[in-house]
Each structure stands twice: as structure tokens, then as C-alpha cells.
């Protein structure tokens, strides 16, 4: 849980930057985070792929949410 909220402001603080370049960076920095927490703290099973998709989908809401308001702004 802690992870996934860590992972959504990651994303957020992603979709805010105005530079793509730094944005792709600290998206692939993230991912890069998340598959290594993935393999070293969590179990590689079946619900370990619940576990990783549900990461994902908080990393891929949290840019949204910063694309969002990057463009409100």
C-alpha cells in the first residue's frame, strides 16, 4: 500500500514536469524501482502479478493526475 502511494506521487510529480525529457526519466526510474521492490521484497507468483499490475495502474494514474493538472495550470 505504502508502495503504491509512493508510486502515484512519483507518477503525479512526473506528469508535472514541462520537460518531457526529465518526465521519461523519472518514469523509467520509477518502473525501474517498482520491478526491483517487485522482485526482491514480494513473492513471484500469480497474486505477485495482482500485486505488480495494481502498482502499475497507481504509477499510470498518478501521471494522468499530474498530466491533468499540468494542463489545468
Given at each position: 500500500?505504502?508502495l ?5 506521487t512519483?507518477?503525479a ?19 525501474l524501482?517498482?520491478?526491483a521492490?517487485w522482485?526482491l521484497l514480494?513473492?513471484v507468483?500469480?497474486f505477485?502479478f ?11 494514474s ?6 491533468y493538472?499540468?494542463s489545468?495550470?
Amino acid at each position: 500500500m505504502i508502495l503504491a502511494l509512493a508510486l502515484f506521487t512519483l507518477g503525479a510529480c512526473a506528469g508535472l514536469f514541462p520537460d518531457g525529457t526529465y518526465r521519461a526519466l523519472l518514469l523509467m526510474l520509477a518502473i525501474l524501482l517498482l520491478f526491483a521492490s517487485w522482485v526482491l521484497l514480494g513473492e513471484v507468483d500469480i497474486f505477485g502479478f495482482f500485486v505488480l499490475g495494481g502498482h502499475l495502474l497507481a504509477l499510470g494514474s498518478g501521471y494522468l493526475t499530474g498530466l491533468y493538472y499540468q494542463s489545468r495550470s
